[in-house]
């Protein structure tokens, strides 16, 4: 990932921090997103020019990134690229896989990385095993194992059950192509003395807040049941395509994929709009304002639209609308990045429409402006009921508040005053920022910085040296001064940041372990995220002795919810069976997987 290219650039470059200076490595360093990449360089190398078939050996950090091998119409993927030009064309490739998360939410996310290094044809690794069956089926059959076992009941959903009904096949597979190593290997087997230890872990703290105390305010069920109510007309235009036209817009859109038919357009913005709602409740549950800020985005799309209509009513004239079914099915429901920012004008909003481009003319407009007027009431009736929340009202950001200034009087770890705050969205870590950082400096004179996927890092220092922001890898070095080896790269700056507010654009690949204490101000339906954030401390060679992981449950009865923790919790367990089989930080438990 392009963010942790410097971990790399390190050890291939003549730098002081670089500890490998007499090996003289020679690598070149490319990034993921290069793969979709054909102009302009990557680290100086021009990648019109790139021979991508020379490699002989090809590592690939953070793998689970090309756990996809989904086929799209009319554009390859980075992963199809991947296995196309680097790994079957030019010269033999061999392939390294590195990633503490092979397993995202199903096992043909382990199938798909493996498919890399057999260059795509199951048999070269199928003849190798000591198998009955082929690659395919062993994964077939423990997905179908895995389905069964999260139907039981709660007692009888445990990781021995799972390890029963899965057969030889499965970890003679496993064992062949992946070397696993747990912090209990490594203690047991290696010797540490020169990195240190692992830090303990102390038991998880969990906490569920309400919205707010306020009893004016609507609760988390009834926001639901508006949210439910909305049909999200604005990003659905072609369901309102009069009958008559249908059959232009059908040839031009529908997307063949594979041998599997059509798909057909009015289907995607079914499922485009349950994954709104469900982005929704998932801003709602991280903040209060990250939900205020979407519906707000909501609103301006809608009205841009409405003004839209009124104007070609009045004028006629060809006007097209973009529908954005194409920008969202790439989209997962915890994804930052929804295009709702249009700039208000209606533009914004066809810029991002992709290629989809409908004509008003062929609309049925009284029944789509219909629509939009109706969700246009329910957008407004939540936003103020959610503007009268002041941060003063927030009962989750008070109670965050009460939690901060508890650890910073009494350290788990002595002197160590550092807390790493993670949230999914960047419009809840501007929020956080904006709360605490003044108050913490002007109170205890701490210091405070955020880095989240959009926006300039901000931090409450200032360089004197050189009259400009910190960047985000110098913010990371002044929050883990020990870690990232601040003496050597800004030996000048007095300060340290101590509280870090970060997006999961940190939660890859990052040595933080001068923090002793994390928390998850929302939580991740994925629990690889979980399991990443946490892994920025849970590091070995921490001067800390104990380490803290915090919690924020959503305090939510909607039987949607119920089951997240559930979810969280069964996926962990698949997650930990294909990695080490230890290392489940939810439950702060070792299990019975230890046939790693």
Same mark, same amino acid.
């Given at each position: 990932?392009?963010?942790?290219?410097?971990?790399?650039?390190?050890?291939?470059?003549?730098?002081?921090?670089?500890?490998?200076?007499?090996?003289?490595?020679?690598?070149?360093?490319?990034?993921?997103?290069?793969?979709?990449?054909?102009?302009?360089?990557?680290?100086?190398?021009?990648?019109?020019?790139?021979?991508?078939?020379?490699?002989?050996?090809?590592?690939?950090?953070?793998?689970?990134?090309?756990?996809?091998?989904?086929?799209?119409?009319?554009?390859?993927?980075?992963?199809?690229?991947?296995?196309?030009?680097?790994?079957?064309?030019?010269?033999?490739?061999?392939? $390294?896989?590195?990633?503490?998360?092979?397993?995202?939410?199903?096992?043909?996310?382990?199938?798909?990385?493996?498919?890399?290094?057999? /260059?795509?044809?199951?048999?070269?690794?199928?003849?190798?095993?000591?198998?009955?069956?082929?690659?395919?089926?062993?994964?077939?059959?423990?997905?179908?194992?895995?389905?069964?076992?999260?139907?039981?009941?709660?007692?009888?959903?445990?990781?021995?059950?799972?390890?029963?009904?899965?057969?030889?096949?499965?970890?003679?597979?496993?064992?062949?192509?992946?070397?696993?190593?747990?912090?209990?290997?490594?203690?047991?087997?290696?010797?540490?003395?020169?990195?240190?230890?692992?830090?303990?872990?102390?038991?998880?703290?969990?906490?569920?807040?309400?919205?707010?105390?306020?009893?004016?305010? +609507?609760?988390?069920?009834? %926001?639901?049941?508006? +949210?439910?109510?909305?049909?999200?007309?604005?990003?659905?235009?072609?369901?309102?395509?009069?009958?008559?036209?249908?059959?232009?817009?059908? /040839?031009?859109?529908?997307?063949?994929?594979?041998?599997?038919?059509? $798909?057909?357009?009015?289907?995607?913005?079914?499922?485009?709009?349950?994954?709104?709602?469900?982005?929704?409740?998932?801003?709602?549950?991280?903040?209060?304002?990250?939900?205020?800020?979407?519906?707000?985005?909501?609103?301006?799309?809608?009205?841009?639209?409405?003004?839209?209509?009124?104007?070609?009513?009045?004028?006629?004239?060809?006007?097209?609308?973009?529908?954005?079914?194409?920008?969202?099915?790439?989209?997962?429901? /915890?994804?930052?990045?929804?295009?709702?920012?249009?700039?208000?004008?209606?533009?914004?909003?066809?810029? %991002?429409?992709?290629?989809?481009?409908?004509?008003?003319?062929?609309?049925? !407009?009284?029944?789509?402006?219909?629509? +939009?007027?109706?969700? $246009?009431?329910?957008?407004?009736?939540?936003?103020?009921?959610?503007?009268?929340?002041?941060?003063?009202?927030?009962?989750?950001?008070?109670?965050?508040?009460?939690? !901060?200034?508890?650890?910073?009087?009494?350290?788990?770890?002595?002197?160590?005053?550092?807390?790493?705050?993670?949230?999914?969205?960047?419009?809840?870590?501007?929020?956080?920022?904006?709360?605490?950082?003044?108050?913490?400096?002007?109170?205890?004179?701490?210091?405070?910085?955020?880095?989240?996927?959009?926006?300039?890092?901000?931090?409450? %220092?200032?360089?004197?040296?050189?009259?400009?922001?910190?960047?985000?890898? /110098?913010?990371?070095?002044?929050?883990?001064?020990?870690?990232?080896?601040?003496?050597?790269?800004?030996?000048?700056?007095?300060?340290?940041?101590?509280?870090?507010?970060?997006?999961?654009?940190?939660?890859?690949?990052?040595?933080?372990?001068?923090?002793?204490?994390?928390?998850?101000?929302?939580?991740?339906?994925?629990?690889?995220? %979980?399991?990443?954030?946490?892994?920025?401390?849970?590091?070995?060679?921490?001067?800390?002795?104990?380490?803290?992981?915090?919690?924020?449950?959503?305090?939510?009865?909607?039987?949607?919810?119920?089951? $997240?923790?559930?979810?969280?919790?069964?996926?962990?367990?698949?997650?930990?069976?294909?990695?080490?089989?230890?290392?489940?930080?939810?439950?702060?438990?070792?299990?019975?997987?230890?046939?790693?």
């Amino acid at each position: 990932p392009k963010k942790l290219a410097d971990n790399w650039l390190n050890y291939n470059r003549n730098l002081k921090t670089n500890i490998f200076a007499r090996d003289r490595f020679n690598y070149d360093v490319l990034c993921h997103t290069d793969l979709s990449r054909t102009s302009g360089e990557s680290f100086g190398t021009p990648l019109n020019r790139i021979n991508w078939g020379n490699y002989d050996l090809v590592v690939i950090d953070e793998s689970h990134n090309f756990r996809n091998n989904d086929a799209f119409k009319d554009k390859e993927t980075r992963y199809q690229k991947l296995m196309r030009k680097v790994i079957q064309e030019g010269v033999k490739t061999k392939v $390294l896989m590195l990633s503490a998360t092979p397993v995202n939410n199903r096992f043909n996310d382990l199938r798909n990385q493996l498919a890399l290094a057999y /260059e795509g044809e199951s048999e070269n690794l199928t003849k190798k095993l000591r198998t009955e069956r082929s690659v395919e089926e062993i994964f077939r059959g423990a997905q179908a194992a895995f389905n069964a076992w999260s139907k039981l009941p709660p007692e009888e959903r445990t990781a021995r059950a799972i390890l029963d009904s899965l057969d030889f096949d499965f970890f003679e597979l496993l064992d062949s192509v992946t070397i696993a190593r747990s912090r209990k290997h490594i203690q047991t087997f290696y010797d540490t003395k020169d990195i240190g230890q692992f830090p303990e872990r102390r038991k998880p703290l969990s906490f569920h807040c309400p919205l707010t105390e306020r009893s004016d305010v +609507l609760g988390f069920n009834e %926001i639901f049941e508006q +949210l439910s109510l909305l049909k999200l007309a604005v990003y659905a235009p072609i369901s309102y395509i009069l009958p008559s036209r249908l059959k232009k817009y059908e /040839e031009i859109y529908d997307t063949k994929v594979g041998g599997k038919g059509t $798909l057909r357009q009015a289907d995607r913005e079914k499922s485009l709009q349950a994954l709104m709602t469900v982005n929704l409740l998932k801003r709602l549950e991280s903040s209060v304002q990250s939900f205020r800020l979407t519906l707000q985005s909501l609103r301006a799309n809608n009205e841009a639209t409405l003004a839209k209509i009124a104007a070609f009513k009045q004028s006629g004239g060809a006007v097209t609308v973009g529908d954005l079914t194409e920008v969202m099915e790439v989209l997962d429901a /915890e994804d930052d990045d929804l295009p709702m920012h249009g700039d208000g004008a209606g533009d914004g909003f066809d810029s %991002i429409g992709g290629k989809i481009k409908i004509s008003l003319a062929d609309m049925d !407009l009284p029944s789509w402006e219909h629509e +939009l007027r109706v969700d $246009l009431q329910v957008i407004d009736a939540l936003l103020d009921s959610m503007n009268k929340i002041t941060p003063q009202d927030d009962a989750k950001l008070q109670h965050l508040k009460a939690q !901060l200034l508890g650890k910073i009087a009494n350290p788990i770890n002595s002197g160590n005053k550092k807390v790493l705050i993670f949230t999914a969205f960047a419009d809840t870590a501007d929020y956080l920022y904006a709360n605490l950082a003044p108050e913490l400096l002007a109170t205890l004179a701490i210091h405070t910085a955020k880095v989240t996927g959009s926006g300039a890092p901000q931090s409450t %220092i200032k360089s004197s040296t050189q009259k400009r922001s910190y960047d985000f890898q /110098e913010l990371l070095t002044l929050f883990s001064p020990r870690s990232k080896e601040k003496a050597v790269v800004l030996p000048d700056e007095p300060h340290e940041v101590d509280l870090l507010i970060g997006t999961d654009c940190i939660s890859e690949g990052q040595n933080l372990q001068d923090c002793d204490y994390l928390i998850n101000y929302d939580i991740h339906w994925n629990p690889v995220r %979980i399991i990443q954030r946490f892994g920025r401390i849970d590091r070995i060679g921490s001067v800390n002795k104990a380490i803290q992981l915090v919690n924020f449950w959503p305090n939510m009865t909607l039987d949607e919810y119920i089951n $997240l923790k559930q979810r969280v919790e069964n996926r962990m367990v698949i997650m930990d069976m294909t990695a080490t089989g230890e290392d489940n930080v939810l439950s702060n438990e070792s299990s019975d997987l230890e046939y790693r």
